[in-house]
């Protein structure tokens, strides 16, 4: 069974500071693709950044980058330049190349940007 | 623009009162999904409609239905609702199956529910 870890359940970080949400999973799969997604509150689900396993390139999506060790099943989250939208649950999610594209979710890290 | 439409935003009901919620989508997506989540914790997959076939995870209790008349539309009914059920609902939807690049889900707003 696929698990995910997110081991920190808060973080905050100062405005324009960078800071990084911290994850790992366990699959036995070789193939699949882990995503970030960010929750603000009351606010929908969105999709932050993605990676696919098969990629040794980090992937990076703005001030968003992530810091993916396949070996070592660690997939973490690099905010750089924090702004106050960055405010929100931070889920780590796990999705492997069988059946329906179904998401394994981390327990999730709140990140508050302090002005 | 396309997206995950879930109606209502807010649902209150009575311990015991059946209640459906549901959600639509104009992406086109052939798959779609249903999520409880509870305070502070990780969205918990209950189903999944995979174009007209349902898969039902191994721990939803019997207690939670789903219907997807069509390609747009998908409803969650909670037969008897406890004071257990009370949380946001998400759906979401994807495109796969195939040679189909992998695609992200993408969410809807959810449904808050609350038993009285």
């Known amino acids: 069974a696929q698990t995910v870890t997110q081991s920190q359940p808060e973080m905050s970080v100062q405005e324009a500071e960078t800071v990084t949400l911290s994850c790992t999973y366990d699959?036995?799969?070789?193939?699949?693709?882990l995503f970030w997604y960010k929750q603000p509150p009351s606010r929908q689900m969105i999709l932050v950044i993605r990676?696919?396993?098969?990629?040794?390139q980090n992937a990076t999506e703005n001030r968003f980058s992530v810091n993916f060790q396949k070996a070592a099943k660690s997939f973490s989250l690099k905010i750089s330049d924090s702004q106050l939208g960055d405010t929100a649950m931070y889920f780590c999610?796990?999705?492997?190349?069988?059946?329906?594209?179904?998401?394994?979710f981390g327990t999730g890290t709140r990140l508050t940007v302090i002005p | 623009d396309a997206m995950v439409i879930q109606n209502p935003r807010y649902q209150v009901t009575q311990f015991g009162k059946p209640v459906t919620l549901s959600c639509s989508q104009t992406?086109?997506?052939?798959?779609m999904y249903w999520y409880q989540q509870k305070s502070s914790q990780a969205p918990k997959l209950l189903f999944h409609?995979?174009?007209?076939?349902?898969?039902n995870e191994a721990d939803t209790p019997d207690n939670f239905q789903s219907r997807r008349p069509n390609t747009s539309f998908c409803f969650l009914d909670i037969r008897s609702p406890g004071l257990g059920d009370a949380a946001m609902y998400l759906c979401?939807?994807?495109?796969?199956?195939?040679?189909?690049?992998?695609?992200?889900?993408?969410f809807g707003d959810g449904t808050r529910l609350s038993i009285l």
């Open positions: 990676q696919e396993a098969y990629k040794q």
């Open positions: 999610a796990f999705v492997d190349q069988t059946g329906a594209n179904n998401l394994f």
């Open positions: 699959t036995s799969e070789n193939n699949y693709y």
């Open positions: 979401a939807t994807s495109r796969t199956g195939g040679v189909v690049i992998l695609q992200p889900q993408h």
């Open positions: 409609y995979y174009d007209k076939d349902f898969n």
């Open positions: 992406l086109n997506h052939n798959v």
